[in-house]
């Protein structure tokens, strides 16, 4: 009783068929495997580049002055 027989399972394929069609279906198909293929390729990609050092994120450089009188104000430069 715990799990569905092979009937159970024609069944809901039926009515899900019946829903959405199978031009529907097809199109989630092809997107969900073009996100799978994706997500594969990403994690070849990331595990290509072990050992390098992830490049570190742009900072926000604003020009108001701070209003916290223990904030250090410097002037921000980029390495060349």
Sequence with gaps: MGSFS???WLIVLLVV???F???KLKNIG???GGAV????DG????GDSVGETPASP???VTTAKAIDPNTVDVEAKTKS
């Design 17 to 19: 068929v019946l829903i």
């Design 6 to 8: 092979i009937w159970h």
């Design 58 to 60: 742009a900072q926000q």
């Design 30 to 32: 092809s997107d969900l």
């Design 37 to 40: 293929k994706g997500f594969k």
């Design 21 to 23: 069609g199978t031009k």
């Design 43 to 46: 994690v070849k990609a990331g």
